[in-house]
C-alpha cells in the first residue's frame, strides 16, 4: 500500500485547506482512513478518521466543528477538509490506512493503522 498526502501550505487564521490522501495498492473500500498531525516538538497525535465505507467518522474535539473527513471510494482518496484554521493547528499531517478485516473497530489509536503516508506541512500564520 501506498499513500500519498497532499495540500498543505502555508494559510492565514481564519483560511481554509483541503487535504488529500491517495492511495494504491490494494483496495481502498477495505480500509479505514486516518488523519494524524504532528507539531514540532510534540508527540503524533489523533486527527479524524473515517470507517472503510464513509459512513461512520470521528474526529478530536479541538477540530469537531471545523475539520471535515470524507472519501470517495470511486477514486481511491480520503480528503481532509480544514476550515477556520488557527495558528495552532499548524503540524505536519499524515494520513494512515487501517485494514478493516481485522475486526477492530476504526478509531484513533495510532496502532490500529497499518500503512502510512508521507506527511504534508500545514502552517498556520496568526
Known amino acids: 500500500v501506498q499513500l500519498q498526502a497532499s495540500g498543505g501550505g502555508l494559510v492565514q487564521t481564519g483560511d481554509s485547506l483541503r487535504l488529500s490522501c491517495l492511495f494504491s495498492g490494494r483496495t481502498f473500500n477495505m480500509y479505514n482512513m486516518g488523519w494524524f498531525r504532528q507539531a514540532p516538538g510534540k508527540e503524533r497525535e489523533f486527527v479524524a478518521a473515517?470507517?472503510?465505507?464513509?459512513?461512520?467518522?470521528e474526529s478530536e474535539d479541538s477540530v469537531r466543528g471545523r475539520f471535515t473527513i470524507s472519501r470517495d471510494n470511486a477514486k481511491n482518496t480520503a480528503y481532509l477538509q480544514m476550515n477556520t484554521l488557527k495558528p495552532e493547528d499548524t503540524a505536519v499531517y499524515y494520513c494512515a490506512a487501517d485494514w478493516a478485516g481485522d475486526g477492530v473497530p476504526y478509531g484513533s489509536s495510532l496502532s490500529n493503522y497499518d500503512f502510512w503516508g508521507q506527511g504534508t506541512l500545514v502552517t498556520v500564520s496568526s
Open positions: 473515517i470507517n472503510w465505507s464513509g459512513r461512520n467518522t
